[in-house]
């Protein structure tokens, strides 16, 4: 697993955990053998479990966005100009909260987190969602990170 795949899988995690209820340590627990094996049909990202790497960069973005979820949902409210953020869909504002975290907490470089925030988008959205986040992003990193 490659760190693309890694940081699909992340979304898939904080995706499951908007409709589940469960946070970090509970979301992190399906990433185990039995669970890729019974997806690794549906899905090609579930054919292999994550290095050890890969699980340090998933166990730390998914505690890390779960914990921040009020701020980071804050700075969507903030930065969706125009848009009622309960509008937004549930998978564009988990691409946001991944991003937003990696750039904030994780040192990921924004152009590297905001690009496969635009592949996320365009890969389980729309493209539409991809120009939205894009907005968004160039906002929250102008104001955010950049000051």
């Not at 992340?10 to 908007?18: S, Y």
């Not at 979820?69 to 691409?95: F, Q, T």
Request: proline letters at 3%.
């Amino acid at each position: 697993m490659n760190r693309r795949e890694a940081r699909e899988l992340v979304l898939h995690l904080i995706f499951a955990g908007e409709y589940s209820g469960k946070r970090g340590a509970e979301l992190l627990e399906s990433v185990n053998e039995e669970n890729f094996a019974s997806l690794e049909g549906e899905y090609e990202l579930y054919r292999e479990l994550p290095s050890e790497g890969q699980r340090e960069y998933i166990t730390r973005a998914v505690t890390g966005v779960m914990e921040h979820l009020p701020e980071l949902d804050g700075y969507i409210a903030n930065y969706a100009v125009g848009w009622n953020v309960a509008r937004i869909s549930r998978i564009s504002k988990c691409i946001l909260r991944l991003s937003m975290y990696e750039v904030l907490y994780m040192g990921i470089p924004v152009g590297a987190s905001v690009n496969e925030a635009l592949e996320l988008a365009k890969q389980y959205d729309s493209p539409e969602a991809a120009g939205f986040i894009n907005g968004i992003m160039g906002a929250f990193v102008k104001q955010e990170v950049q000051a």
